[in-house]
């Protein structure tokens, strides 16, 4: 039985998440460079994964699954968590801009690799994710990490089952993702203008 992602609870932590959280507190290098082994690879292909992130599991079929060995392999590859929001969020803190002088990369090289990943199907995303997540380790931009395993698993919705529905998941986050990321630009020309940007 194929699963059906939910939106998480803002407020809810994901055990997997945690668990990964302290593998980092506590520096267990060994458990993280297994999780590392996942990068490149379909997500649930690298053994080495398998003792951390299967006892978290609930079956092994399905976008949460997908999305378990997806976050844990990237988390391993930069664990600066944060709650901040979702990713478009963490992407737009990757940015120089003025208002952001602690940004890295150029506005226009992280826009195009944006919109790639928000154009994706799910197949690629993992692909695009793992990019957009190095961006971000790149210019030490922190990523909400439990926001990003319960978006990630909307995102690999299953194409075969309730395709409509799926789709209409998927927008709903990247479209998340993209107004987090932009609205940031539009906070940084209020700002530079004088005016007060009074959106929440």
């Known amino acids: 039985m194929t699963e059906t992602p939910t939106q998480p609870d803002k ?15 506590r520096q267990d290098r060994g458990a993280l460079a297994a999780l590392r082994t996942g990068l490149g690879k379909p997500p649930g292909t690298a053994a080495r994964m398998f003792p951390i992130v299967a006892p978290f599991l609930h079956s092994n079929d399905g976008p949460s699954t997908q999305a378990a060995f997806l976050t844990a392999a990237l988390f391993a590859s930069h664990p600066e968590h944060a709650e901040i929001g979702n990713l478009g969020a963490s992407l737009w803190r990757a940015t120089k801009r003025e208002a952001n002088p602690n940004g890295k990369h150029g506005e226009a090289g992280v826009e195009a690799r944006f919109a790639a990943a928000l154009d994706a199907d799910p197949e690629d995303l993992p692909r695009h994710l793992a990019g957009l997540v190095s961006l971000c380790k790149s210019a030490s931009a922190p990523i909400d990490w439990h926001q990003f395993h319960g978006d990630v698993a909307r995102l690999l919705s299953d194409w075969t089952r309730n395709k409509d529905a799926n789709k209409l998941v998927r927008d709903e986050v990247k479209r998340d993702w ?23």
């Open 178 to 200: 993209a107004i987090a990321y932009w609205r940031g630009f539009k906070r940084d020309n209020t700002s530079h203008n004088g005016e007060e940007d009074t959106q929440p």
């Open 11 to 25: 407020k809810h932590e994901v055990p997997l998440v945690k668990m990964l959280l302290a593998l980092n507190e």
